[in-house]
């Protein structure tokens, strides 16, 4: 089945700075990879997907990049304010069929003022 | 503005005690599932079910039972609450399509001493 595989588990940055999430899957036949934030005490919440036909996405200060041929996509927030801190989660659609996720193992993202 | 509601939010249980997690959405979304969230694992899926009636299990379906009676409700039954099922618990839901966004609830933290 998918494999996803995250880099780094935690990550600090200055305000300001730009922070870089990556994550890698196994099954080429995947065509769907969403982001996830979760802040303390809450269940995650989708801020940004790219499908298989797409190479970048933006929205406002996040951005993510998607690379078939190598497998691996990245989310890429740039202006790095003190409410980006949060857990992040990348993930992967199943190619099993229907709606089932594969998620990465989460990266804690702090960001100092 | 309900979306993904799960009850309780917190929950003591001692080994070999059961327990059913409550989810109910009113978005009349077809496909449900269930997480549970362990630190440095990320989310795995346990069980789900892509409409009224069908259920399917995940990745890690030991130890739970899942049914879905109806569109809005999918709760998870622990049969024999073991320590190993110390976590924290997240019921999705969505649209059907393989592209679709999973709408999460809250959590449920549970602790089995």
């Known amino acids: 089945g998918e494999n996803v595989e995250q880099h780094p588990s935690t990550l600090s940055v200055q305000e300001g700075d730009s922070a870089v999430i990556k994550c890698t899957y196994s099954?080429?036949?995947?065509?769907?990879f969403p982001w996830y934030k979760q802040e303390l005490g809450k269940g995650p919440q989708l801020i940004i997907d790219i499908r298989s036909n797409v190479g970048e996405k933006k929205d406002q200060r996040i951005a993510v990049t998607l690379n078939k041929t190598a497998k691996h996509f990245s989310l890429h927030i740039t202006e790095t304010q003190p409410e980006d801190s949060a857990v992040y989660f990348c993930?992967?659609?199943?190619?099993?069929?229907?709606?089932?996720?594969?998620f990465g193992a989460g990266t804690i993202l702090r960001v100092k003022s | 503005n309900a979306g993904v509601t799960q009850t309780p939010k917190f929950q003591v249980l001692k080994t070999g005690q059961s327990m059913t997690l409550q989810c109910a959405q009113d978005m009349n979304h077809e496909y449900m599932s269930w997480y549970r969230q362990d630190p440095g694992m990320g989310l795995r899926l346990i069980h789900y079910s892509v409409g009224a009636g069908i259920t399917d299990q995940g990745e890690v379906p030991n130890g739970y039972n899942v049914s879905r009676s109806t569109t809005e409700d999918f709760p998870l039954r622990l049969l024999s609450a073991a320590p190993s099922q110390t976590s924290v618990y997240f019921c999705a839901s969505s649209t059907q399509g393989r592209r679709a966004e999973a709408f999460f609830g809250q959590g449920t933290r549970l602790t089995v001493v």
């Open positions: 099954d080429s036949a995947s065509n769907y």
């Open positions: 993930a992967a659609s199943s190619p099993d069929g229907g709606n089932k996720l594969v």
